[in-house]
């Protein structure tokens, strides 16, 4: 969004700290100590109307397909279920201030749990479908770490070439759900076409599960954000060894 708002250029600030949240303060959450976020820039900002706006599901001021009007959204939602807050502050001309308040965790930190040996190895070939390049690489290296062999792509026109011209098995697509164009759930059902045998794991952020059950459908098999590359290739092995709803119906 600050790339956005700034097309000739600008300053982009980032500033993390510990806060102390007392009972009187108004954002409404719990008073105890939180780590505030605050993304700030120089851009062009926004006027009220847009502002009140910002943070609701698909709401965009971006043409084409440059935006789906979703980041907002799920930034406040992982906020708010996490029991912090998002406070939003912009003009026009005078640029925008994103501040996320995230509470603490108390006590020690605890070993994540073991992923399943059995989850660690596969040779199979998983499709993944993701157009944000950090995650992607992410899901690249967890899957050809554990053995998988893996074929890119950052676009559902792309994901379904792929599927076309590939020749061999593809055993399991993994796909985000928002993208620019062609859409996750509209490339698994175009994909799914050519490959029936296919299963289909889907990644997102959408915790709202009004937006969730209108892209996917009520029987997804749907892995959210964040998640650990643990945790990724123990689903992708699920969905191999049939694990219901791996193979759901698509909208």
């Known amino acids: 969004n600050a790339r956005d708002a700034m097309p000739d250029g ?26 505030r976020l605050t993304v700030s820039d120089t851009g062009i900002g926004m006027d009220e109307a847009t502002r009140a706006k910002a943070m609701e599901p698909f709401f965009t001021t971006k043409t084409g397909d440059r935006g789906t ?31 996320v308040y995230l509470p603490t965790a108390e006590g020690e930190a ?51 070439e792929l599927a076309r011209s590939h020749d ?37 952020g959408h915790v709202d599960e009004r937006i969730r059950r209108g892209a996917l459908g009520e029987e997804a098999d749907v892995l959210e954000k964040p998640f650990r590359p643990g945790e990724l290739v123990e689903r992708v092995r699920r969905a191999l060894d049939g694990d219901p709803g791996a193979r759901s119906a698509l909208p």
């Open 168 to 204: 061999g098995p593809i055993h399991v697509l993994v796909s985000d759900v928002m993208l620019p164009g062609m859409d996750g759930p509209s490339a698994a059902a175009e994909i799914s076409s050519l490959r029936p045998e296919i299963a289909v794991l889907f990644i997102t």
């Open 69 to 99: 009007g979703l980041g907002l959204a799920i930034v406040y939602g992982i906020v708010k279920q996490s029991g912090g807050a998002v406070q939003l502050r912009s003009a026009l001309g005078e640029g925008t201030t994103v501040t």
């Open 10 to 35: 600008g300053r982009l600030r980032l500033a993390a700290e510990e806060v102390v949240i007392g009972d009187d303060d108004e954002l409404g959450i719990e008073p105890g100590p939180y780590v």
């Open 110 to 160: 605890t070993a994540a749990s073991p992923v399943d040996p059995a989850a660690r190895v596969g040779t199979e070939t998983v499709l993944v479908l993701e157009d944000a390049l950090p995650v992607a690489n992410v899901i690249e290296r967890a899957l050809r770490g554990s053995g998988y062999q893996v074929l890119m792509a950052s676009r559902g026109k792309d994901a379904v």
